[in-house]
């Protein structure tokens, strides 16, 4: 059974700090690329960042986030994690973990997600 459990949400001030988690069980290992997407109420849901499990410099962030937040790998705990720095009230959203084969921004390319956690920051 595929299983993608996200944490580390909350709320949170205007440039503070959250690390997310999302641990992966139960997939194959050609499922070797990871995302992190956000949905905010209305919204669609939108790409944050993609990376691959296979080489860490295969690592794509959307303009929005790049430079804040960082995306980090620990292959031996299926792990991977989003550290938001600098947080924004735009930043506020439902962040869902994502997994697939493909490195792609397009969540159509992801048949594996999370059960997504809550960010809210605060202005």
């Known amino acids: 059974q595929v299983q993608l459990v996200e944490s580390g949400g909350g709320l949170v001030q205007t440039g503070g700090s959250l690390r997310l988690s999302c641990v992966v069980s139960?997939?194959?290992?050609?499922?070797?690329?990871r995302a992190w997407f956000r949905q905010a109420p209305g919204k669609e849901r939108e790409f944050v960042v993609i990376?691959?499990?296979?080489?860490?410099?295969?690592?794509t962030y959307a303009d929005s986030v790049k430079d804040r937040f960082t995306l980090s790998r620990d292959n031996a705990k299926n792990t991977v994690y989003l550290q938001m720095n600098s947080l924004k009230p735009e930043d506020t959203a439902v962040y869902y973990c994502?997994?697939?084969?493909?490195?792609?921004?397009?969540?159509?390319?992801?048949?594996?997600w999370g059960q997504g956690t809550q960010v809210t920051v605060s202005s």
């Open positions: 139960g997939l194959d290992a050609s499922a070797s690329v």
């Open positions: 990376g691959s499990l296979v080489n860490s410099e295969w690592t």
């Open positions: 994502a997994a697939g084969e493909k490195y792609s921004i397009l969540t159509r390319q992801y048949n594996h």
